[in-house]
C-alpha cells in the first residue's frame, strides 16, 4: 500500500470532520476521494499531506508512520484547487523550487525543469510568470511543481474545481494520460461524480466524515452500498419502492410479468435519449429511453405505458 | 464619470460651488503651506540652505535623527512582520486584545508617550534607577529617544502588512511546506516576497514618522544641544532662538524627505494594487 | 493611511467555529506561536503597556482628591476645556470638509487632481514641528497674506485642521470610489431629485465612514502637540492646549500632575474609541 489512513478522526472546534476514516490507497493507483462538499475529503488529503494534525489515528505513506513528521518531510506532491502557484515566480522557478530547496546541482535542475515543462505542454512558458497564465495553464504548472519533487504520492485538491467546463474535460483526460505515463500513486479529491468514474480506478466514497463505499468506478456505480452512494453517482427513480436507475427501466406497451401501470406525464428529448416523467399511483418516477423506443411506444402525455425494472437492473429498497 | 454626473449627480451650478469651496480650502490649508517651504528654500538661492544644513550643530541633529530613526524602523520592522503573522496566521486566546493594543499608540499623546517612558525608565523610578546604576542609561540618551520612537510608530508596519497577508492567503506558503521547505525557506522565499510591497510601504512610512517625531522625543532626549538634539529638535531651538534660516532650512530638508516618502509611498501603494 | 486601521477586525476570534472547511486555515496553536506571542508581548509591555499603565498608577497614586485637583487647577482646566473644545470644532469642520474633499476627489474631475489627491496625505508625512513653523510663517506676525493669527485660538485651530486634514477625506473617499452608481440612477430613475439621492442614498452609506473618520481626526486632534506649540505661543487660559500643559508640567518635574492630565486625555480618547466601536457594531449588525 502506498498509503494507508488507519481510524482517523478529526474536527474544527465542535464540528466533528472525519469520523473513524481509514482508507488504503494501493501503489500505483489513481484514486478519487469522492463525496459532497463538507464530506470532509479535502480535510483527509490535508492530514495525509500533513497540512492538518488528526485528532487520532494513523498515516502510513509507503510503509512508515508518517502521523507525527511535519509536510516538509513526507515526500508528497500536492496540488492546491486554486493552484497557490509562488505569484513572484517564474514558471521555470515555480517547478525548480521543490529541487532548489534539495539543493540540487544547477544543471540537473535545469534538466528536471525542462524534462516536466515538456510534460505538461509549458514548454514555452518558462519565462512567464503565473499572472501570465490561463486557469489551466497554471493547474498543470502546479502539477509539473508537484512532480518535480519525485513524490512519493501525488495529492491534488479539487485539482480542476476553479475550471470553466470545457478545460476541465480536457484536463481530466490528460490527467488520466499522465497517470499512465508516470504512474505515480495519485489521490484527489472531486465532487463530480463523473469526474470521479472517468479517470479514477478506485473510489472512495466520504460523506458527512465517514467511507460510505470504497471499490472500482464500477463497483459503486452498479454496486452501491447504500442508498447515499447510489444517488450521489448517478440519477435514480424510485420504482415501486425500489430505487433503482432510470436508464434500467423497462417500458412496454402490454403489462409484463411484475410490471406496473403508469401514465405519462411528460416527454423530454434530450438529443438521441428521451427522458419519459410518468405518475405511478400516488408516485413520481421518470425513465430514460432511447428515441427509437419511445417512437415505437408512441409515447406521449396522457397514454398508458407499463414499467419494470429491466433483467439486469440493480436495485436498492428504500430504507 | 463627468458625463455620468450630468444624470445623477449634482446640477452643474453645484458642482462648481462645491470645487470652488474645496479648492479654496485646500489652497489655503495645504497648498499655500507647501509653496512656502518651496520659496523660503530658494529665496536667497540654494547656496545659503546648503550653509545652514551644513554646520556643526545641524549635521550632528542629522546623525541623530538618522541613528534613532534607523533603530526605531529595524524593530519595527521585526516586530511588526512578526506581530502580523501572529495575527493573521496563528490562533491564540487573547487575539482581539493583542490586535486592540497594537492601535493603541496612535490615540496616545506624544507628550504623554514621552511622559510614560520617564515614568519607567526615567532616573527617579525604582526600574531606570536600578539600570542607571548598572551604566545603562536611558531617559535623556539615544535608547529612550529610540523607545519613544517605537512606541509613536508600532502600528505602522503591522496594518501595513495584515491585510495583504490576509489576501495572500497561506496555499503558497503549504504548498512550500510540501515541497520541503522549512520554515525559515518558506517565510524568506515565499512569505517576504508575497509582502515586499506592502512591507516596504510600512516601512517607508515608518521611517518618514521616526525621521518627524517631534511631541516623544522631545520629553525623552532631555533636548540637549549637540547630544540629543534631532533634527526637529534642532528647528524648534533655532526657531525660538531667533535663527530663524537655520530653522527654516532644516525644516526645509524635513519636508522634503517627507515629500519624497509621500511619492515613494504612493508608488509602493500603486504597486501593492 | 489610517483608515484601515480600525477597521481591520478581520484578525479578532470573531468567527464562529462553524465552517467544516474554513476558508483560511491557520495553523494550530503550538511551540513557534507561544514563542512569537511571548516575544511580541515582551516588546510591547516594554514599549507601550508598562509606561502606559505608569502614566495611570501616577496619577492615582495619591488618590482620586489628587488626581481631581491636579486636572482642576485653573491651567490645566483650561487647557483640558480648550483642547476638547477645539477639537470637537475641528473634527465638526472635517467632517463637512473631509467629506465635501472626498466628493470633489472621487466625483470631480479637473486638472491637477491627481496631484491633490496626492497632496491630502501629507499631513501625515510632515514633522508636526515644521508644519507649525509653516503655518506660523503663513498665518503669524510676517503673514505674507496679511493674516494674522498667532498666539489665537483660531490659529491653534487652523494647525489641529491641518494635521487632522486626511482622516475624513480617507476614510470616505474608498467608500465613495466603491458606492454603486446603478443605486443612484436607480433612485434618479424613480423620480428623485439630486438633493434626495444625496440624503436618501448617498449620505446613508457615506455615515459610517464619515463617523469614523471623524472620530479618528478628534483623537488625533487632542492629542497633538508639536504643530500647535509654534503658533499656540503657549499662553495659558488662552491658546494653552492640553499637550503642551502637560509638557509645561514636565520640564517642571512636576510629573504627578503631567500624569493626572495625561490620564485625563487619555480617557477621553478611550471613550471616543469604544464609542466609535460600539457604534460601528451595531452598525454592521443592522447593515
Known amino acids: 500500500m502506498a498509503i494507508e489512513a488507519r481510524h482517523i478522526n478529526k474536527a474544527f472546534g465542535a464540528t466533528s470532520v472525519l469520523q473513524d476514516v ?18 470532509g475529503k479535502s480535510t483527509l488529503l ?25 509536510p516538509q518531510r513526507r515526500n508528497v506532491g500536492f496540488v492546491f484547487q486554486h493552484y497557490a502557484a509562488f505569484k513572484h515566480m517564474t514558471v521555470f522557478d515555480n517547478i525548480a523550487f521543490g529541487l532548489q530547496i534539495r539543493k ?90 463523473e469526474e470521479a468514474i472517468e479517470v479514477a480506478d478506485t473510489i472512495v466514497v466520504l460523506a458527512g466524515g465517514r467511507v460510505e463505499q470504497s471499490g472500482s468506478p464500477h463497483e459503486v456505480y452498479d454496486n452501491p452500498a447504500n442508498e447515499f452512494v447510489m444517488r450521489f453517482l448517478g440519477p435514480v427513480t424510485e420504482l415501486d419502492g425500489r430505487l433503482v436507475r432510470p436508464h434500467d427501466i423497462e417500458l412496454t406497451a402490454e403489462p409484463e410479468p411484475g410490471s406496473a401501470e403508469a401514465t405519462v406525464e411528460r416527454v423530454v428529448r434530450l438529443g438521441f435519449e428521451v427522458r419519459v416523467e410518468m405518475r405511478l399511483g400516488d408516485q413520481d418516477a421518470w425513465a430514460q429511453v432511447t428515441r427509437g423506443l419511445a417512437e415505437r411506444l408512441r409515447l406521449a402525455p396522457g397514454e398508458t405505458v407499463h414499467v419494470r425494472p429491466g433483467p439486469d437492473a440493480r436495485t436498492l429498497a428504500v430504507v | 464619470m463627468a458625463e455620468r454626473s450630468g444624470v445623477t449627480g449634482p446640477s452643474v451650478v453645484s458642482k462648481y460651488v462645491l470645487r470652488v469651496v474645496v479648492l479654496a480650502y485646500l489652497l489655503f490649508l495645504l497648498v499655500l503651506p507647501v509653496v512656502l517651504i518651496g520659496w523660503k528654500t530658494f529665496q536667497h538661492g540654494l547656496g545659503p540652505f546648503f550653509d545652514a544644513l551644513t554646520t556643526h550643530e545641524a549635521l550632528h541633529a542629522f546623525q541623530v535623527t538618522f541613528i534613532v530613526a534607523l533603530w526605531a524602523v529595524a524593530l519595527n520592522t521585526v516586530f511588526g512582520v512578526g506581530t502580523a503573522i501572529l495575527l493573521v496566521r496563528h490562533r491564540f486566546p487573547g487575539k482581539r486584545i493583542l490586535n486592540a493594543v497594537i ?77 520541503g521547505a522549512g520554515r525559515w525557506q518558506t517565510f524568506r522565499r515565499i512569505t517576504v516576497p508575497g509582502i515586499r510591497s506592502a512591507l516596504a510601504y510600512g516601512i517607508v512610512l515608518c521611517l518618514a514618522r521616526a525621521l518627524g517625531e517631534y511631541g516623544a522625543v522631545a520629553v ?41 516618502s509621500l511619492l515613494v509611498i504612493k508608488l509602493l501603494q500603486r504597486k501593492a494594487d | 493611511m489610517t483608515s484601515k486601521i480600525l477597521e481591520t477586525d478581520s484578525t479578532g476570534l470573531g468567527t464562529p467555529p462553524g465552517p467544516v472547511r474554513p476558508v483560511a486555515r491557520r495553523r494550530p496553536p503550538g511551540a513557534p506561536t507561544a514563542l512569537g506571542l511571548g ?41 483640558l476645556k ?84 486626511p482622516f475624513v477625506v480617507r476614510t470616505v473617499q474608498p467608500v465613495l470610489l466603491e458606492l454603486d452608481r446603478d443605486m443612484e440612477q436607480a433612485a434618479a430613475s424613480l423620480g428623485a431629485g439630486n438633493w434626495t439621492i444625496f440624503r436618501r442614498i448617498i449620505l446613508p452609506n457615506l455615515l459610517p465612514a464619515m463617523v469614523s473618520g471623524t472620530a479618528l481626526a478628534f483623537t488625533r486632534s487632542i492629542a497633538e502637540f508639536g504643530s500647535t506649540v509654534l503658533i499656540s505661543g503657549n499662553l495659558p487660559f488662552k491658546t494653552q492646549v492640553a499637550a503642551v500643559q502637560i509638557f509645561g508640567q514636565i520640564e517642571n518635574d512636576n510629573t504627578a500632575s503631567a500624569a493626572a492630565v495625561s490620564t485625563a486625555l487619555l480617557v477621553v480618547a478611550f471613550v471616543v474609541l469604544v464609542t466609535l466601536d460600539l457604534v460601528q457594531r451595531w452598525g454592521s449588525r443592522r447593515g
Open chain 3, 39 to 79: 516575544s511580541a508581548m515582551i516588546f510591547l509591555s516594554l514599549i507601550v503597556l508598562i509606561p502606559l499603565a505608569a502614566v495611570l498608577w501616577k496619577s492615582a497614586e495619591h488618590g482620586p482628591g489628587f488626581f481631581w485637583k491636579s486636572v482642576t487647577t485653573p491651567d490645566a482646566w483650561a487647557a
Open chain 1, 22 to 39: 481509514s482508507v488504503e490507497v494501493p501503489s500505483g493507483s489513481l484514486t478519487a476521494l469522492l463525496g459532497p462538499s463538507g464530506g
Open chain 2, 103 to 179: 492601535d493603541l499608540p496612535l490615540a496616545v499623546s506624544p507628550v504623554v508617550v514621552g511622559l510614560a517612558l520617564i515614568l519607567v525608565y526615567g532616573r527617579f523610578s525604582s526600574f531606570g534607577g536600578w539600570l542607571e546604576d548598572h551604566g545603562i542609561k536611558i531617559i535623556f540618551s539615544t535608547p529612550g529617544m529610540v523607545l519613544a520612537t517605537v512606541f509613536v510608530a508600532l502600528p505602522l508596519v503591522v496594518r501595513a502588512v495584515v491585510p495583504v497577508l490576509e489576501e495572500m492567503g497561506d496555499e503558497q506558503e503549504q504548498a512550500a511546506q510540501t515541497l
Open chain 1, 104 to 193: 540540487r546541482p544547477k544543471n540537473e535542475i535545469h534538466k528536471r525543469v525542462h524534462e516536466l515543462l515538456e510534460l505538461v505542454h509549458l514548454d514555452q512558458f518558462a519565462k512567464r510568470y503565473p499572472a501570465q497564465l490561463s486557469g489551466g495553464q497554471r493547474q498543470r504548472m502546479a502539477l509539473a511543481r508537484a512532480l518535480a519533487v519525485e513524490p512519493e504520492v501525488l495529492l491534488l485538491d479539487e485539482p480542476f474545481g476553479a475550471l470553466d467546463a470545457q478545460v476541465r474535460k480536457e484536463l481530466r483526460a490528460w490527467l488520466r494520460r499522465l497517470h499512465d505515463d508516470v504512474h505515480v500513486t495519485t489521490v484527489f479529491v472531486t465532487h463530480d461524480q
Open chain 1, 46 to 70: 490535508r492530514v495525509i499531506a500533513g497540512l492538518e494534525q488528526p485528532d487520532s489515528g494513523t498515516v502510513l505513506i509507503a510503509g512508515a508512520d508518517v502521523t507525527r513528521l511535519a
Open chain 2, 220 to 260: 525623552v532626549s532631555g533636548r540637549l544641544v549637540g547630544q540629543t538634539q534631532t533634527l526637529t529638535l534642532y528647528v524648534e531651538e533655532r526657531f525660538q532662538n531667533f535663527e530663524q534660516p537655520a530653522a527654516f532650512a532644516a525644516a526645509t530638508a524635513l519636508a522634503l524627505i517627507a515629500i519624497v
Open chain 3, 82 to 165: 480648550l483642547t476638547v473644545v477645539a477639537s470637537i470644532i475641528v473634527a465638526l469642520i472635517n467632517l463637512v470638509m473631509g467629506t465635501l474633499i472626498a466628493w470633489v476627489l472621487v466625483r470631480d474631475s479637473f486638472p491637477g487632481k491627481a496631484v491633490l489627491d496626492t497632496l491630502i496625505d501629507l499631513p501625515f508625512a510632515l514633522p508636526t514641528i515644521v508644519a507649525g513653523l509653516v503655518l506660523l510663517e503663513l498665518y503669524g506676525a510676517d503673514s505674507p497674506l496679511g493674516i494674522n493669527l498667532a498666539y489665537t485660538r483660531v490659529g491653534v485651530a487652523v494647525a489641529l485642521l491641518f494635521v487632522t486634514l
